[in-house]
């Protein structure tokens, strides 16, 4: 598991959320998830009676990488959810917690570009 730190400001690693490191995979390539039709997540990452999920619907699919990101606590389970060409696509317009951003645009200059754009 790859757990960012901000080396600039010492020795504190960047948050999903209060006490929850963000995750972050090595290689984007990692990234495997699906791309198309309905998915169910975990309850463990969206606590709901009903975790279906269509991702063909590009709001439903932002909101999906949104909570991936922000809920995951090991690289298995970015590995699962998220598509990383489709990480790369979505990334300027995902809200997600600033030490989410961080940590990934760290280890992966190419998103900190995409928020650029």
Known sequence: MTVARDDRRGRTPYQARPGRRAVVVSDLSELRGPTSGVVELPHRLFWQPDRHIDIA??????????????????????RTWLDGPTLVRLWGGLFVPRG??????????????????
Do not use: C, K, N
Request: proline content about 5%; charged content about 30%; glycine content about 0%.
């Open 57 to 78: 619907r590009p709001a439903l699919l932002a909101w999906m990488y949104e909570t991936v990101l922000r809920e995951a606590t090991d690289v298995e389970e970015l």
């Open 100 to 117: 989410v951003r961080l940590a990934w645009q760290e280890r992966h200059p190419e998103l900190r570009a995409r928020t650029a754009a």
